[in-house]
């Protein structure tokens, strides 16, 4: 791997890190914007705690060494999460604004998955 694209996985992998398990926290905790938020989308409450749970177990999924394919398993988890989020907002006619997050993260998501190590993949390339 060359040094430019472990430069790149590990700017997007931290980032992303921090954003999921900030927003992880966030949701766990059931902070009133958070509430109001997933309310206005029209979901139930109680998914908060459910997602900033599998957000965390996910950062920490990303970051240890080894279990590929738990890996894998969180990089999908955190498409669909940010997917679902941006078409949950379009969805009920939100302001283009409110895709700015899902769609970083996604962002993040794609770019760290791509340009991750080979012993971090499922098959050595």
Do not use: C
Not at 54 to 68: D, E, M, R
């Amino acid at each position: 791997m060359k040094k430019r694209e472990k430069i790149i996985y590990w700017i997007a992998t931290v980032w992303l890190s921090l954003g999921m398990l900030s927003t992880g926290i966030v949701q766990l905790i059931k902070m009133e914007e958070e509430v109001q938020s997933i309310n206005a989308l029209g979901y139930p409450t109680f998914l908060l705690p459910i997602l900033g749970v599998w957000k965390i177990l996910g950062v920490i999924a990303i970051l240890i060494p080894n279990f590929p394919l738990v890996k894998e398993w969180a990089y999908a988890g955190f498409f669909f999460t940010m997917t679902g989020a941006m078409a949950s907002h379009i969805i009920v006619g939100d302001e283009m604004i409110t895709l700015f997050g899902p769609a970083l993260l996604l962002a993040l998501t794609i770019t760290s998955w791509y340009f991750r190590p080979a012993d971090r993949k499922t098959r050595k390339y």
